[in-house]
């Protein structure tokens, strides 16, 4: 299940697929947020309000901000039901049609990740070490297209912005998911919430149904800084990574299995693979600053 997106037609395009604004929570009119992507080298992103009852279940129109260099998603985020320490759901729902109907009575997470998926959605679990997510939720949750791993306002908001733990458990344990990096941005005057996670999608047009294939098909990978420019990889033999400069690539897999390169200034690195031991792997590139830049699961069967 190898989908890796580096020799797929197309070129990379930026976006940002989690923010918000005044129609829910944010601080800033929906236009504005779309100007700050566009003027800040982001190619799309997705505006998704929270869709609760006290906001009018809003469900954003956001098509006037498209021109022929930056376009849009239709999205919003899902709540529906209680995780199994008490939060609401927070689903990332990207893609979905302007006429989605509000939760319906009784409907729990499940049953709302799945219409979302059904209406052609993009449907990630939000956040999962911010709300402390346990194996027993992303089970429950049933099939949904990715994890959010990178979260840019936990950052400040309770130093939870890294839920890496949680998705190798279930990638371990035999789970498959995508996984992806977002902002969340909200504007709010003590969080610097502005362009600390994103996606790179691959995608022969900047149009949003060749973007939303594209996330589903896993043609993607995230980034809070470096770049990675191709991966190869053959099982039990080696993994081949060209990058922006890093410090630090690893490819790490189930449990403790991991095989790392350091050095300064990398930009291409090959890891032996030989004694790796799992059936699965991701790639990590680490740069100076500290910034990562992940793939998605590499499925080896």
């Known amino acids: 299940m190898n989908q890796l997106p580096f020799d797929k037609p197309g070129r990379f395009w930026r976006g940002n697929l989690h923010s918000h604004s005044t ?40 098509r006037p901000f498209r021109n022929e ?57 939000a956040h999962p070490q911010w709300y402390c997510l346990t194996e027993r939720d992303l089970e429950a949750l049933g099939p949904v297209d990715a994890i959010e791993v990178y979260n840019g306002v936990a950052i400040d908001h309770n130093d939870r912005a890294d839920s890496w ?6 990638l371990g344990r035999g789970r498959r998911y995508w996984v992806c990096a977002a902002d969340d941005f909200h504007h709010q005057s003590n969080r610097h919430d502005f362009a600390r996670g994103w ?72 890891l032996n693979l030989e004694k790796f031991t799992s059936p699965y792997c991701r790639i990590t590139v680490r740069d100076a600053h500290g910034g990562r830049a992940w793939t998605n699961p590499i499925w080896f069967e």
């Open 69 to 125: 260099r930056f376009t849009t998603l239709i999205g919003a985020e899902l709540h529906a039901g209680e995780t199994e320490l008490g939060g609401m759901w927070h689903l990332l729902a990207v893609g979905l049609p302007l006429d989605f109907a509000p939760p319906s009575d009784g409907e729990d997470g499940a049953g709302l990740a799945a219409r979302a998926r059904a209406a052609g959605a993009f449907v990630a679990a």
């Open 199 to 270: 996606v790179w999608v691959k995608s022969e047009r900047l149009e949003p149904d060749a973007l939303l294939a594209a996330l589903k098909a896993g043609h993607f990978y995230s980034s809070t800084g470096p770049q990675i420019h191709d991966v190869q990889v053959e099982r039990g033999k080696r993994a081949v990574v060209r990058c922006s400069p890093a410090e630090w690539v690893f490819a790490t897999g189930k449990g403790p299995a991991s095989v790392a390169a350091q050095g300064h200034g990398l930009m291409e690195v090959e």
């Open 165 to 170: 733990h949680i998705t190798d458990i279930m």
């Open 23 to 62: 129609r829910s929570d944010g601080r800033l009119e929906p236009e504005e947020v779309a100007r700050r992507y566009a003027a800040n080298g982001y190619d799309f992103f997705a505006l998704t309000e929270h869709f609760l009852e006290r906001y009018d279940f809003p469900i954003v129109d956001t």
